[in-house]
Structure formats: C-alpha cells, structure tokens
C-alpha cells in the first residue's frame, strides 16, 4: 500500500474516531448531571440537576423544585443565567419570594384561606394577610421532591415526585404530584404538571421563575418589551383578591396586546397599580382552556435580543413586575435585586377560584388526572 492510500486511511480512521468521541460527547453532555447543593437542618440532603440542550442550560432543585438557574445565548451567543434566584440553600430557606419555585396546592390566592367543596367547608393555611398565597406556610416550594433524570430520545429532563397528605396545608385528599421538566433539542423548556387525588381537592400547580433576559442581577426589566394576548384580566381588591370582574384591558395600562415596554404605563396612576404597586393581576387569556399548549406571550429584551415565548393550554397567566423586591436580596451573581429586577409570567388557573363560581373550575376528583404543560421558547 503506498503512503499516500495509507495517510488517506489513518486520515478517515482518525476523523471517524473523533466524530464517535464528539457524538459520545455530546450525548454524555445531554445527561442530567446531580451535585450535592446543600443540607437542610434537619439532616435531609438536597440536591442540584443540571441540564443542558439546545443551547439552554437549567439547574433544578429538589428543594421545592426551583429553578436555580436558567442560562440562554443573546444575539452573539452569550450564555447568561436569565432567572432570579440564590447560590445557597439558606437564603432559598428563608425566602420568601418563591424564586423559581414550583407552586402547590394552589398557585396564587385564596381568599381568607378558605373555599367550601361539596357542602364543606376547608380552612387553609393562611400566609399572606387573611388570604393563602401558593399553598400556605409551606406550600410545595418548602417540600424536597423526589428527582429522577432522563433522557428520550433527543430531549433531557427530570421527573419529579411529591406526595401532598390528606390534611397538608388543609386541602383535603392524598395528592400525588408529578412534574417534568425536559429539554427539547431546539432548547425548549417544557413543563408537564400531573396529579390524582384520592379525595375531592382542588389544584393549581405553577412555576414561579423571575425573569430578567437582560441577565440575572444586571438591573431592571421596565425596557423588555411584553406581548401577551389577553382582552381581559382580573381587577382585585386591596388583599389582591379578584373581585369577579372580567375587566377590558383596552384603553388602560393592562393593554399589552401589542408589544409595549413594561415599564410604559407602569407609573400611570391607575388605582389597580397603585393597590399592586405595579402589575400584580391576572390576565384572561383569549384562548380559554385549551386541548394542547397555544402561544400567550412573548418577552423581549432589545438590549441582549433575548426572547422568551410561551405556550400553555391554562386560561390565565398571572403578570407580576416584580414589585416587592425592595434591595435587601442578594441574588446568585452577589447583586441586590431593587424593584423591577425581575417579572414573572405564571400560567395558572385564576386566583381564589374555588370561591368564584364564574371562573373555570380548579376541582380533581378521585378518579381523575390534572394535567397541563407550558412550554417556554428562547431565541433571539
């Protein structure tokens, strides 16, 4: 065989060695990675799962299911981590923001704790005034779930598990939880909430990350541009209560139909600001209830280019700027997060439904599955 055949051979022999290295590379990169994060007083430990695919990078607590990280790529490609959050598990412990948490019971607001279900009536526990917000004092952000990694196919993901007793909180029945969370190969975030009861309950599971797409700790979100298709929304009174009204956002600073910087109206004077000292409503999405997840909003940062799309088949998605961060937090980067630092987009039913006839029903019964999934997109 004469060299140059021979270099031809050990060339391609050498470039299909690499190109199996740098598949079995990627596909090791595809993989939930656990660290240990830390531990909790009483001896439990808790723990850390990266993900990464598509571009998007996520870190995922067992502790309350937070998502203590969420890094995407601007328009030159830069990773930066755009959700609000810790580098420790105390300062997660001691909040009181629900950063990146997963919500149970009950996302949101109930008032004065309490809704009656089949003739009988069900105190909660109450955290926020006379009203339950996101489960009561220890809702399922406070719970250790169980975590799984996996992998399918082209995605990435976790399972997680949590079995809310008969009495927790208050809600009545065994709920048994599951969420997941995957990475598509497009980097998609997608998250599948699932839950049976064995007793009639209600549920409302949601995820509380903050976003800031700018990047986390680099100031504030008023100049991100929010689209959200919703002609309607819920006025509350002054516990942040829906009052039952399904108010027109046309002609009011609630009008984000067409993109508009958040920050536009947000000092306008309207009384429901100034009761929220801010956005902090519900918005009545056009679409109601639907089959499969349809897209509700898109946020964009003109500085990075960063944007977030998100799709859900919820009828509702709670708006909050990010209101009550007032500088003494310090968040992952060593930063303090100021008012505005950080919004929200909660997919949710509606706040204190149980106790709103009008609104779409939040009651499981035995024998049924709660299921919804939201999907948010990033691009630039």
Known sequence: MDMSRRSVIAGATAVGVAAATAGTARAASRQP???????????????????????????????????????IPDRHGRHANVSLGYDNLAAYVAGTTFFGATIGRY?????????????????????????????????????VWDVEGFTAGPDVGLHLYHTSVDGEMGYPGTLRAKVTFTLTRHGDWRIDYEATTDRPTVVNLTNHTYYNLAGEGSGGIHDHELT??????????????????LARVAGTPFDFRRAKAVGRDIRAGHPQLVTAKGFDHNFVLDKGVTARPEHIATLRDPRSGRTLKIATDQPGVQFYSGNFLDGSLVGSSGRTYRQGDGLCLETQ???????QPSFPSTVLRPGQTYRTTTIHSFGV
């Open 349 to 355: 039913h509606f706040p204190d439904s149980p106790n």
């Open 107 to 143: 996302g949101n607001r109930i008032a004065k704790g309490r809704f009656t279900l089949d003739g009988r009536t069900h105190q909660l526990s109450v955290n926020d005034g006379e009203n339950s917000l996101h489960g009561g004092a220890r809702g399922f952000d406070t719970r």
């Open 33 to 71: 990675v656990r660290e240990l994060f830390g531990t909790l007083a009483d001896g439990t430990k808790v723990h850390r799962w990266s993900l990464e695919n598509g571009g998007t990078r996520l870190k995922v607590l067992s502790y309350g299911g937070i998502v203590q990280s969420l890094e």
């Open 228 to 245: 959200l298709r919703a002609a309607r929304y819920t006025p509350t009174d002054a516990g942040l209560i829906p009052t039952g009204e």
